[in-house]
């Protein structure tokens, strides 16, 4: 079964500057989907960036950016110019490619992020 | 479009009741979810759908019960609430297991 591990239950960082959330998983898959969530306190998931595994380009959304490692089984989020906004829980999802049950989301446990001003 | 809806937003239960979240989404999408999330255990999958008429169930099924008679609804039930069920409950849906699933706002349930 796959897992999702998310090492960092709590960052901060100072607004304007960068930071990296990190995300490690496990499967022997070798096509499925990462994705990050954020969740502010009005506890609205909300889909953030999303990778593909067959894809060697680094998804990128505006200032939020992946380094996705596949050999390594490492998909991690960096946040560019943190922004009062950003600060919220956010989740690593992984989802295989086969149908069925492997079709949900397999959620990590999070990491709380805090930006101070 | 609304997106995936649900009701109520809050809700207190005594032990023993029954009660039922309701989950609605006008995309279209085939799959749909109910994940539960406690803290410190991100969400866990209750059920899934993968299209009216089907359903299976996920990690954490013990107490709950689905069914999906159209593509737009997918009701949970609590059939006899307990203290464990505490709990913020999340609908999702996509169109496939290849796109990204769409949250609901949530309901916060309270078993006393």
């Known amino acids: 079964a796959q897992t999702v591990t998310q090492s960092q239950p709590e960052m901060s960082v100072q607004e304007a500057e960068t930071v990296t959330l990190s995300c490690t998983y496990d499967?022997?898959?070798?096509?499925?989907?990462l994705f990050w969530y954020k969740q502010p306190p009005s506890r609205q998931m909300i889909l953030v960036i999303r990778q593909e595994a067959y894809k060697q380009q680094n998804a990128t959304e505006n200032r939020f950016s992946v380094n996705f490692q596949k050999a390594a089984k490492s998909f991690s989020l960096k946040i560019s110019d943190s922004q009062l906004g950003d600060a919220a829980m956010y989740f690593c999802?992984?989802?295989?490619?086969?149908?069925?049950?492997?079709?949900?989301?397999?959620f990590g446990k999070g990491t709380k992020l805090s930006v101070k001003p | 479009n609304a997106g995936v809806t649900q009701t109520p937003k809050f809700q207190v239960l005594k032990t023993g009741q029954s009660m039922t979240l309701q989950c609605a989404q006008d995309m279209n999408h085939e799959y749909m979810s109910w994940y539960r999330q406690d803290p410190g255990m991100g969400l866990r999958l209750i059920h899934y759908s993968v299209g009216a008429g089907i359903t299976d169930q996920g990690e954490v099924p013990n107490g709950y019960n689905v069914s999906r008679s159209t593509t737009e609804d997918f009701p949970l039930r609590l059939l006899s609430a307990a203290p464990s069920q505490t709990s913020v409950y999340f609908c999702?849906?996509?169109?496939?297991?290849?796109?990204?699933?769409?949250f609901g706002p949530g309901t916060r349930l309270t078993v006393t």
């Open positions: 999802a992984y989802r295989s490619e086969d149908g069925g049950s492997q079709g949900n989301l397999i």
């Open positions: 499967t022997s898959e070798s096509d499925y989907y």
């Open positions: 999702a849906s996509s169109r496939t297991e290849a796109y990204e699933q769409y």
